[in-house]
């Protein structure tokens, strides 16, 4: 799968300004960040990710819920949405699958390899 444009929903601003830094200059896509997963409703459609980077737990629309909302989108609804989330127990996990999500990526996570990992999540 070709990426080129990654969404990142984070309402950490520290975590959203690593995530930019890495995604851009490491895997050289360009990144559109969004701080709640109201605001990755609004600006996802336009922007047209080739995949999601989604925080489980943020305040008022969490990440499932984020995920339902986008999936119910034409324009987003079959984009790969990976999890991102300190939450990493295997029913965990399981629980995001059945939900939809492509993978899910651990926290903290390592911003020399969240490229590498975002592929070999869409990849398998």
């Known amino acids: 799968m070709q990426i080129e444009r990654v969404l990142m929903v984070d309402d950490d601003p520290a975590i959203r300004k690593i995530g930019e830094i890495c995604l851009s200059r490491v895997g050289h896509w360009q990144v559109m960040m969004a701080c709640s997963g109201s605001e990755a409703l609004e600006?996802?459609?336009?922007?047209?990710?080739?995949?999601?980077?989604?925080?489980?737990?943020?305040?008022?629309?969490?990440?499932?819920?984020?995920?339902?909302?986008?999936?119910?989108?034409?324009?987003?609804?079959?984009?790969?949405?990976?999890?991102?989330?300190?939450?990493?127990?295997s029913h965990e996990i399981d629980a995001y699958s059945k939900l939809g999500a492509a993978g899910v990526i651990s926290k903290p996570f390592d911003p020399m390899t969240l490229p590498s990992e975002i592929r070999q999540i869409l990849t398998t």
């Open 43 to 89: 600006i996802g459609p336009g922007f047209r990710p080739d995949v999601i980077l989604l925080d489980v737990m943020m305040p008022g629309m969490d990440g499932p819920a984020t995920l339902k909302r986008l999936q119910a989108n034409a324009e987003v609804g079959d984009t790969p949405v990976i999890f991102m989330t300190a939450k990493v127990q």
